[in-house]
């Protein structure tokens, strides 16, 4: 079969790789549309080479169809449309025992440390699988995975209707926080560079700056009735998108760090414990946020498909890593199955 692989030294490229049947308590997914994402970007620029196997089949936002079940399967047949939760847990370790399987100590991300969905077949643990509801068009669920991080890290915040959310970062998860946001009643500020991002948030009805244009914290204050923030996301991934989380936040704010830093950075934790802050992690997402997230989608309440800025075949993928790492786009999906989904 065809699959997308990262072969190491920046190359990402389709090629023919062995199709796995699946085996007790596994099932065979055809995936239809997989999109491409941060993660896939570090893994491709060789950022993951000490975690990631070269060669590698990577990709793990995906929605397509079961193509096979293996033995002891009862719960899936051929045809169901389905998404996955890319997540394999030990089931033994402390977080595990608590509750906490999403940030397993031992976790196989699969797309990451087992083979991925940018592939015409992909074998996941049954456990794995979500069912579509008829009509929602594969294209858009193949956005279920960054919306249920976004349901994830809203959750994470405990924000509530009619506080103050300011996100900075306005990249794909960063506008599908904000949407989600705005869903649970939240007043929401977006913060982005990039015009053309700014530009598709005012499109869906966010608010957008640029924080070389105006004083954020300034504006938050402005738009809270004079105390500033109750959550901001750090989506950014930047020193400087870090600080302008911190400053933009009131009195007992709570900073929800979403962004992946791969380096150390510096943060005023005077100010943390002047204003009696909270700073919280929140890091992928638990069933019950996928499960909101196909209800979100499915019933327009957040509209995922608007993000997609392109979709290309599965051999024409070297070229959509290059778009994506350029910047002139949000989210690119490849289509896994020519057409044929």
Not at 275 to 290: K, M, T
Request: proline letters at 4%; charged letters at 20%; glycine letters at 12%.
């Amino acid at each position: 079969m065809r699959a997308a692989q990262y072969r190491g030294g920046g190359v990402v490229a389709a090629g023919d790789v062995e199709r796995v049947a699946p085996g007790p308590g596994e099932v065979e997914v055809a995936p239809a549309y997989t999109g491409i994402c941060g993660t896939d970007l570090h893994i491709a620029a060789g950022h993951m080479d000490a975690r990631v196997s070269v060669p590698a089949v990577i990709g793990h936002e995906t929605a397509g169809r079961v193509s096979a079940v293996g033995e002891g399967v009862t719960g899936w047949s051929v045809g169901d449309a389905v998404t996955v939760v890319p997540l394999r847990p030990d089931g033994t370790c402390a977080a595990c025992r608590a509750g906490h399987g999403h940030v397993c100590e031992a976790m196989d991300f699969i797309g990451i440390d087992s083979p991925g969905a940018l592939a015409q077949r992909w074998t996941v643990p049954e456990h794995a699988l979500i069912a579509l509801p008829e009509g929602l068009d594969l294209r858009t669920a193949a956005l279920l995975e960054p919306t249920a991080v976004a349901v994830h890290d809203v959750r994470r915040s405990r924000l509530v209707a009619g506080e103050c959310a300011v996100v900075v970062g306005g990249g794909p998860v960063g506008i599908l926080i904000a949407l989600v946001a705005a869903q649970v009643g939240a007043d929401v500020l977006l913060v982005e560079l990039d015009p053309a991002r700014r530009a598709l948030a005012e499109q869906l009805d966010l608010a957008a700056v640029d924080p070389r244009e105006v004083d954020v914290a300034e504006l938050a204050r402005a738009r809270s009735g004079g105390s500033g923030a109750h959550v901001a996301f750090e989506v950014s991934g930047s020193q400087g998108g870090l600080d302008t989380a911190v400053s933009v936040l009131a009195v007992r704010g709570r900073l929800c760090q979403v962004g992946i830093h791969a380096e150390r950075r510096s943060i005023d934790l005077h100010r943390f414990f002047w204003r009696e802050l909270e700073l919280l992690g929140a890091r992928l997402y638990q069933r019950a946020d996928f499960t909101e997230a196909v209800r979100l989608v499915a019933s327009g309440e957040v509209p995922a498909a608007r993000l997609i800025s392109d979709v290309v075949p599965l051999e024409r993928v070297a070229e959509a890593f290059a778009t994506l790492a350029g910047g002139g786009a949000v989210k690119v999906l490849v289509d896994c199955q020519g057409g044929q989904a």
